[in-house]
């Protein structure tokens, strides 16, 4: 791991997680390593059960040591979001409190927002059994509610980690697919990539007269009526997959391998093949 | 569990998860639970690591055991794929393949709108540590790619069933925790749906390996390297395309036609052709 990188591993104004009395080691990794995916980096505990550090959070943190690392552990949930501006609770369903609740994406979005304006942010995940008690969600500004499944709303701790750092991160990197470094050029989303330069309209129609042509030779038309539709829908095909020059040539040597018919466009006697 | 909950539980139009080759029975179980709590079912699994059942996957489960009870379990993809109609592969980053890539936002509002038209959906996650081959992406319609922060880029596979799951469902039950929206799903940018039926994935791999054996046949592979690597090549321009079922048959008769080479998958005497 080279130092130049850690930095632009890290967002500062990325939110808190705090996971309060985690049960697990093994969710604690798990949620260290989702929070690495989406660029959230600060962990903080609060009273997990079997102590800190833990071997197996670190074993399921598949790489993401940095946020191990760097995690605080605290007493009491007071304390641990002492510093922050804005929490946010995660629940499994709405509580009949008098608070809003939203869902993640909202909660993506309203976190860019804050964060924006210099507000440190905190996210609440509760135990793995049941969640967090009233008086812990009572301490957050706004409660984060999934859109779940109502007959097995039960989400895994981590899994919850994952899905709100995810809508945090998209709501800044969303649609370029984090591509927006210097690795590589961005790729818009639903663009294709082909490998060589796209076939220009004169290479795709000559692959459509190569096959065309050697179609009729092998008798293929047999009702005269019938070849100018067939003919389109074939060109429509084509058409549809986009192809590169690369691709025409390909598949214009299918054509002559299996027609076994050879168009000499420009004979050749000397040995450039 | 009341009978009466059970067909609530899951969404027959809902995406088929394919976990090809895993090696863990923990991400199994994670995965199910992940599919149960965004309305996910239908569970295939590719040549599990440990073989099947599996002990490992039914305690990470945590009750998601009408999932784990349902899976299939397949040697090939081939078989796991073919009675689909439309293919998404996720992969950590884009491939240099010539194949749409959207994002998981992305693909929830195209899967919606394909599930709308009647097309059965899989989508396909590779084993833990290095995703899926190239041959197997090439199988797909279309890549999946979430934006992550490049620098940790590796998501555990049931987190990212987690993601698509979550995508899936959130573009039916929507923004505001179950109160449904106005807004129509809409097909993924750049895609496009064909005419008559899409031909399911058997039917596009049997005209794969019809064309590719009858350039075996016809030597078009001159050097036995380049094969893996040109055939690649061809399925993913054919997939592209998305072929409808017609579109096959038309292109299996243009085959046969060329090569002059007749596949009797059955044998006739009598004359109804």
């Not at 798990?30 to 550090?53: C, H, I, K, Q």
Request: aromatic share 6%; net charge negative.
């Amino acid at each position: 791991m080279s130092k130049a990188k850690a930095p632009q591993m890290c967002d500062p104004d990325a939110p808190v997680v705090i996971l309060v009395n985690p049960q697990l080691g093994e969710n604690i990794g798990t949620a260290a390593r989702a929070m690495a995916n989406f660029g959230l980096s600060e962990m903080r505990l609060v009273d997990p059960r079997d102590g800190w550090p833990n071997e197996r959070a670190r074993k399921a943190a598949s790489g993401a040591d940095f946020i191990l690392d760097g995690v605080e552990v605290f007493d009491r949930l007071e304390d641990a979001i002492a510093d922050l501006h804005h929490v946010y609770a995660t629940t499994a369903r709405p509580r009949g409190m008098t608070k809003t609740v939203i869902t993640p994406e909202q909660a993506g979005r309203d976190m860019r927002a804050r964060a924006g304006r210099g507000q440190r942010l905190g996210i609440l995940f509760g135990r793995e059994r049941w969640g967090l008690t009233n008086d812990e969600v009572s301490l957050a500004d706004v409660i984060i509610t999934a859109p779940v499944n109502p007959r097995f709303a039960s989400i895994n701790i981590a899994q919850a980690v994952l899905l709100v750092a995810y809508e945090w991160y998209r709501h800044e990197h969303g649609e370029t697919l984090g591509m927006e470094t210097d690795e590589a050029p961005a790729l818009a989303p639903g663009l294709k990539m082909p490998d060589s330069r796209p076939a220009t309209k004169a290479e795709l129609i000559g692959m459509f007269e190569h096959l065309e042509s050697d179609l009729d030779a092998a008798g293929y038309f047999k009702s005269p009526d019938m070849r100018p539709t067939i003919i389109r829908n074939l060109r429509n095909m084509f058409e549809r997959a986009e192809l590169s020059e690369q691709e025409v040539r390909t598949f214009r040597g299918i054509i002559r391998t299996l027609s076994g018919i050879r168009h000499d466009r420009r004979r050749r006697d000397g040995g450039d093949g």
